[in-house]
């Protein structure tokens, strides 16, 4: 088999763009601090926090009409259990979760501007259980149920559903261990 290929790049350096004709100079700073934490103990509990933040640049997507909106910050916290049963061949996990979203954006109608919409809330629990059925069967099972909205918006947003966060949704997983002899002998 026979190719070829190529690949040029120019790499540009903060504030080419104002060098470039016909190019506005979008350049920005976002800085913030993203500490995570968590704690763990057995027999199999956690709590969690974590806080982390997307600049209005995050998707490439930096354009005039848009260098001025504040980041995205999230906040997340989260506890949990899981119980094994069954002499370990079963286990199910509860978790309860509160997700916490300011300075969030949409596209407008035209897709060409981001429109800040306040922040949102997502409140939700979580279930998921798993049992080895023999034979290398293994079955695994999730459901959750978030109760997302924005909370703090103009009137056109205050108190609606956030999009495209489902309020129930859940899985099922029936799996098979094969157990695969392979060999392989060199010519």
């Known amino acids: 088999m026979e190719g070829a290929a190529g690949h040029a790049l120019q790499p540009l350096r903060a504030g080419d763009a104002a060098d470039i004709a016909g190019l ?8 913030a601090w993203s500490p995570r934490a968590g704690l763990v103990w057995q027999p199999s509990y956690y709590v969690s926090w974590s806080k982390s933040f997307q600049p209005s640049g995050e998707a490439f997507a930096l354009a005039a009409n848009n260098t001025q909106l504040a980041p995205e910050t999230t906040n997340n916290t ?5 119980y094994d049963f069954l002499d370990g061949k079963a286990s199910a996990t509860v978790s309860l979760l509160r997700l916490e979203r300011t300075n969030i954006k949409v596209a407008n109608a035209a897709g060409t501007a981001l429109i800040p919409i306040g922040e949102q809330r997502t409140d939700g629990v979580e279930l998921s259980g798993a049992a080895e059925l023999g034979s290398g069967w293994r079955f695994l099972a999730g459901y959750a149920y978030l109760d997302a909205g924005v ?14 966060t489902p309020k129930h949704s859940g899985n099922v997983w029936l799996t098979k261990s094969l157990a695969l002899a392979l060999a392989w002998a060199p010519a």
């Open 78 to 82: 989260e506890v949990a259990a899981k």
């Open 24 to 31: 506005q100079n979008l350049s920005r700073t976002d800085d």
């Open 151 to 164: 909370t703090k918006s103009s009137a056109a947003f205050q108190g609606k559903r956030a999009t495209i």
